[in-house]
């Protein structure tokens, strides 16, 4: 079974930064591109941003380009995907969660391409 660890999230006030990470320990799949998507209670999930596992180019949802950065760590065993969010507003306030294609596929937007998924971690931003 893949799994994938999130950490990170909590509270900030509006304007402040927060970085999350997931990581992957999994054999191939430390090879996967990794999404980052958001999800209000109520609401479907969607897409935040993702980085290719072929040569780290990523991808974000207009909501969040030129705020959120998302970067990749490739350890020996592990690969661990960051999403640095700053700028951040009421807007953002979700439960943020991490998911993988399976290993070779590129950044898609959609929730089903998304093999398996993080726990899940809630940002909450005042307004």
């Known amino acids: 079974q893949v799994q994938l660890r999130q950490s990170g999230g909590g509270f900030v006030e509006a304007g402040g930064s927060l970085t999350l990470s997931c990581t992957v320990s999994?054999?191939?799949?430390?090879?996967?591109?990794i999404g980052w998507f958001r999800q209000v209670s109520g609401n479907e999930r969607e897409f935040v941003g993702g980085?290719?596992?072929?040569?780290?180019?990523?991808?974000?949802a207009d909501s969040v380009k030129d705020r959120f950065i998302i970067s990749r760590d490739n350890g020996a065993n592990t690969v661990t995907v960051y999403l640095q969010m700053n700028s951040l507003n009421a807007e953002d306030t979700a439960v943020y969660f991490c998911?993988?294609?399976?290993?070779?596929?590129?950044?898609?937007?959609?929730?089903?391409?998304?093999?398996?998924w993080g726990q899940g971690t809630q940002v909450s931003v005042s307004p």
């Open positions: 999994e054999g191939a799949f430390r090879r996967s591109t």
């Open positions: 980085i290719n596992w072929s040569d780290g180019s990523t991808r974000y």
């Open positions: 998911g993988a294609r399976r290993p070779g596929y590129s950044i898609v937007t959609t929730v089903p391409e998304y093999r398996y």
